[in-house]
Each structure stands twice: as structure tokens, then as C-alpha cells.
């Protein structure tokens, strides 16, 4: 099993975590496996998706390393343990909580807790964060992402909620480690109508859009 310091180094390498929310899931497995062909092994199932744990064992035993998988959305203490239970190799909040970010950094895997001001990152990062995910993104944009890095130089932020293969560009240029990239990498309205090609098609994109984005920096 990788380590934490690898798991987290494999974020960094790879750029962008795809963030599922899935409708069923069967429908689930197969937009990931959409993703995977389009070159995005970087998989958070969250926690509003039917089965969610159940989705991430299933993921595991048919991938296994070829994927680097994380569950995300935990909002409960108990939920950091289930989702290691299944198999998880990092997990995500959507915010800043003690009691929550506690339990995650428990379980010794990645913790990728969600912040938007400058007090709740200050408070992600006492509270164990190894990457603060910058929630909702798409409020600030860029330009308040930028922002942050003046008082916080060195500190691992990644933004989620806004990114888009036109953007991406601009949230790597502001200082961003990775992204998270949730509908626009992968609509769950395509997923319904079996569009599993498009998906496929705008992952190939995505990273594309991502190689280039870091190439000139």
C-alpha cells in the first residue's frame, strides 16, 4: 500500500482529481471507466453517490493501482473510517470542521480538507490538512485564488467547483497543485443518456488542457 507522502505526490503529479457524483451505482463504475480511457486516473467517488463505498471497493478490486482513488464529500467523523474501510486511498471534506477533520487525519491517509477564507484555511491547516481544497472556487475565481498565495506561499491549494478546460490554465498560473474538477470533466446528463464516448472524449481534453497549462508555466 502507498504511502501517504505518495498518494499525495501522485495528486501533484497527476494535476486533476475527477470529483463523481454518480446517479446509480452501476452508471457510477462506468463514467469512471470512461475517464480512465481518457487518460484521468485521478477518481474521488463522494459520498452523495448511491453506494458510495461500495462503488470504491468495486473500483479497487477491477483497477487497483492503475487508479488513484479517494472518496470525497464527508461531512460525518465515521465517514473518514468507512471510507478507508473500502479502500480509499485519500479523503476529501467540503469543509472545515474539528470533530471531522480529526477523524480523517486519524486514519493516516491524505487529507484534502475544504476552506474558502483565509481564517478556515489557517484552521484546516492546524487541524492536520496535508492540501486545503479551495471550496467553492468558481466565488472567487482565479484572481482570489491568487490572492491566497500571498500569505500562504508554500502551502498546498487546490481549487474545486469552477474549473473548466478554458480555465484551467489560469488556476495552475495562480498557484494551484491540482484541481478538482467535478461536472465539467464529467456530466452526470451525459452519464444518464450513455454519452460514455463524450466523457471519454473531454477527459482526453482535460488533460490535454492540463499538460499544457503546466508546460507554461
Known sequence: MESKEQVLQQI????????????SPETTLRMVGALIAGGVTGIEITYTTPEAESVVAALKQEHGDRILLGMGTLTLPEQASQAQAAGAQFLVSPHCEERLAQAMTDTGLAALIGAFTPTEI??????????????????????????LRGPYPDLALMPTGGVTRGNVHEWFAAGAIAVGAGGELCPKAWALEGRFDDITARALSFVEAIQNARTGI
Open 12 to 23: 501533484r503529479n497527476l494535476g486533476l482529481l475527477a470529483v463523481i457524483r454518480g446517479p
Open 122 to 147: 489557517q484552521s484546516a491547516l492546524r487541524y492536520g490538512a496535508d492540501i486545503v481544497k479551495v471550496f467553492p472556487a468558481a466565488l472567487g475565481g482565479p484572481a482570489y485564488f491568487k490572492s
